[in-house]
Nanobody
């Protein structure tokens, strides 16, 4: 059974950093395409960062987080990680971990990912 469990969310001030983790079970994170999405109140869920399956470690980021967020995998711990630096109020959202074992063209759309975690809240105060 595939399961994703996020952790690491919290409340911080603008400019701070947070590290989100996603513990995966039922599959190996290196064999699935993985991504982080977020959903702010009243807004649609948006893709934040993605990483392709395999050893190339190709990553994708939405423009608003480029240079501040870093997505990575810890294959030994079977976890997905999102390092978030220089947070601002616009980063406030529930953050979700997602996984896909299907062909992925790089579109950061919710329909591309079949497996989801329950989410972790990130709140940034200005």
């Amino acid at each position: 059974q595939i399961r994703l469990v996020e952790s690491g969310g919290g409340s911080v001030h603008a400019g701070a950093s947070l590290t989100l983790s996603c513990a995966a079970s039922g599959f190996g994170v290196s064999k699935f395409h993985m991504a982080w999405f977020r959903q702010a109140p009243g807004k649609e869920r948006e893709g934040v960062a993605g990483i392709y399956a395999g050893g190339a470690l190709t990553t994708l980021y939405v423009d608003s987080v480029k240079g501040r967020f870093t997505i990575s995998r810890d294959n030994a711990k079977n976890m997905l990680v999102l390092q978030m630096n220089v947070l601002n109020a616009e980063d406030t959202a529930v953050y979700y971990c997602a996984a896909s074992d299907r062909v992925w063209g790089g579109a950061m759309s919710t329909s591309a990912f079949a497996y989801w975690g329950q989410g972790t809240q990130v709140t940034v105060s200005s």
